[in-house]
C-alpha cells in the first residue's frame, strides 16, 4: 500500500465490533486522560463514530493504530471531524498514520460529507491533503488554536461551504447510555 516502507507487514483494515477495547487502550495510551478536556472532545460527546469511516491498522493479529472520523456541522452543512488518530508508540513512522487517513478519506468520498475538519500540525496533515483554514472562519465550542484548524473538502467547494460554529451532528442514544467516551 505503501512503496516508502517495503517491508510493511501491516493491513488497514475496517474497525469491527471487537476491536473496540483495543481502540481504547490506544486512545489512553496515545493522548492520556486530559483528551476528554479537550473542544474536539465536546463535538464528540454522545454521539457514535461517522458509520463506515473507523479503520484499524493490524500486524500479525496485534492492534497497531487507529483512526475515527466523527459527523458534525458547521452552518447547515454535513461535515466530519477527524480523529482521534493514534498509532502505538513503537510503531510509528512506518506509514500506519496517513495509510489511516487514506482509508478514512477515501470512504469518506461516498458519503453525504461535504468536507472534513481536524485540529493538528499542518506539516504532517498536508501529506493527505489538509490545508489551514483562515482564522476565525469556523468555531470550535472551546478554546483551539486557530492556526491548527486544517481542512479538507470531499466534495467541490465543500470547504468554502463551511463558517461558524461547529456544531454536534445528532445525539446517539445508544452511546450516551453506556457512556462510552472516545476522544483525542
Ligand atoms: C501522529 C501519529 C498518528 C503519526 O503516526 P505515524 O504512523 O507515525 O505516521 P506515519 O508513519 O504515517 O508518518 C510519519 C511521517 O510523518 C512525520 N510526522 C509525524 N508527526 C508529525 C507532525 N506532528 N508534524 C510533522 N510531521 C510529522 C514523521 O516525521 C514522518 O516523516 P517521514 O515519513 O519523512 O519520516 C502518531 O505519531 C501518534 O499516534 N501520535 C500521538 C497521537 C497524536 O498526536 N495523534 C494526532 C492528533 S489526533
Given amino acids: 500500500m505503501n512503496d516508502a516502507h517495503p517491508a510493511q507487514s501491516w493491513q488497514v483494515r ?14 489512553r495510551s496515545a493522548f ?16 457514535a463514530p461517522a458509520p463506515g469511516l473507523s479503520f484499524v491498522a493490524m500486524e500479525d493479529g496485534v492492534l497497531r493504530g487507529s483512526v475515527r472520523f466523527w459527523p458534525i456541522r458547521v452552518g447547515g452543512h454535513e461535515a466530519l471531524l477527524l480523529g482521534p488518530l493514534a498509532v502505538e508508540m513503537a510503531q510509528r513512522n512506518r506509514g500506519l498514520g496517513i495509510a489511516l487517513m487514506q482509508a478514512g478519506i477515501e470512504a469518506a ?15 504532517y496533515y ?27 473538502s470531499l466534495k467541490a467547494g465543500g470547504l468554502l461551504n463551511l463558517s461558524g460554529q461547529i456544531r454536534r451532528a445528532h445525539i446517539d442514544d445508544a452511546v450516551c447510555a453506556d457512556g462510552a467516551g472516545l476522544g483525542s
Fill in 14 to 27: 475496517p474497525e469491527g465490533p471487537d476491536d473496540a477495547a483495543g481502540v481504547e487502550a490506544l486512545n
Fill in 32 to 47: 492520556g486522560p486530559g483528551r476528554f478536556a479537550k473542544s474536539a472532545y465536546r463535538l464528540r460527546e454522545g454521539v
Fill in 126 to 152: 498536508a501529506r493527505v491533503g489538509f490545508s489551514r483554514l483562515p482564522p476565525g472562519r469556523v468555531k470550535f465550542p472551546g478554546p483551539v488554536d486557530q492556526n491548527r484548524i486544517l481542512g479538507l
Fill in 109 to 123: 468520498h461516498q458519503g453525504p460529507w461535504g468536507a472534513i475538519l481536524l485540529v493538528g500540525d499542518e506539516p
